[in-house]
């Protein structure tokens, strides 16, 4: 069987990302308590009903603090009956947070009269920390939306369907901010930009004249094979050690033309060795 567990900040995604899942065949629970986990997992691995061959659970800060203590324990327990689990947790920036908040006129589950969202949003991330530190995914939403978080969601089951290391490899651009759900940042500001090139600057590192643009320039195929001799020998530790998602992020000043190209490469490159490999390209809408 497989089981994912959703957790994340509210409004970061989790309710987006379960409905997905149920979408991909998953049979989905939200808000179950961690108190409850146990007997559930217990329910789990005697059942035979294949309904429960693929689930999701999400769980959130509701749940009482000394159960969030013992999330450790759980996932021990997930260890110890061989249990196939995931754990994806969604986060988002303050701002973002509050801005969503903010929109929707919703309530944040920790506020009240004595609590105000900024506090409740500073609470949670207190109270999750622990359930974040065992995820295998992280997925900042700052910058994402419904369609693109729903996108990264059917992508990763997918993948999940094989074997091996599921590789991301995401573009950006540094002026809008640096992703922090990733493993390794690349920078490739100091390499030639096509930007600069009037005739180039409506393109992206998909099109054609950019891309002929940025393979006549040595520096930036120097930097190419750099960034893959790095990745090709470190990436059969993570390998190595049962790590089974990877995130890389290249970022250049705009998201547009150098990270795009580096990204595209470094996932043709990679995928030709066998790997799992997603590309997201942050910037391009």
Not at 95 to 107: A, G, H, M, N, P
Not at 228 to 234: D, G, M, V
Not at 239 to 246: C, D, E, G
Request: charged content about 25%; glycine content about 4%.
């Amino acid at each position: 069987m497989k089981l994912i567990i959703v957790s994340g900040l509210s409004g970061s995604g989790k309710s987006v990302t379960l409905d997905t899942l149920e979408d991909a065949g998953f049979y989905c629970i939200d808000n179950l308590p961690i108190a409850l986990l146990s007997n559930f997992v217990t329910l789990l691995t005697d059942s035979t009903n294949t309904l429960f061959h693929k689930t999701a659970v999400g769980i959130d800060a509701r749940s009482d603090p000394s159960s969030l203590n013992n999330v450790t324990a759980f996932i021990e327990q997930l260890k110890n009956h061989r249990i196939d689990y995931e754990v994806i947790f969604l986060r988002a920036s303050k701002d973002s947070l509050l801005k969503r908040f903010s929109e929707t006129r919703r309530k944040h589950p920790l506020s009240n009269k004595d609590t105000s969202l900024d506090e409740a949003i500073d609470l949670e991330i207190d109270k999750l920390s622990l359930i974040a530190s065992h995820a295998s995914l992280q997925i900042d939403t700052s910058h994402s939306n419904v369609h693109e978080l729903r996108d990264i969601i059917r992508q990763r089951v997918s993948f999940n369907r094989g074997q091996g290391l599921s590789l991301q490899i995401m573009s950006f651009g540094y002026k809008h901010g640096a992703p922090n759900d990733v493993d390794f940042v690349f920078d490739a500001r100091c390499l030639p930009n096509p930007y600069w090139e009037p005739n180039l600057r409506s393109y992206s590192g998909l099109d054609t004249p950019v891309v002929d643009f940025l393979d006549d320039k040595e520096l930036i195929q120097e930097y190419l094979k750099d960034t893959l001799q790095f990745l090709t020998r470190w990436i059969p530790e993570f390998i190595n050690t049962n790590r089974n998602y990877l995130s890389i992020a290249i970022g250049c000043t705009g998201g547009q033309h150098r990270s795009v190209y580096l990204a595209e490469k470094l996932a043709h490159h990679l995928t030709s060795q066998q790997l799992n490999v997603m590309t997201r390209h942050r910037e391009l809408r």
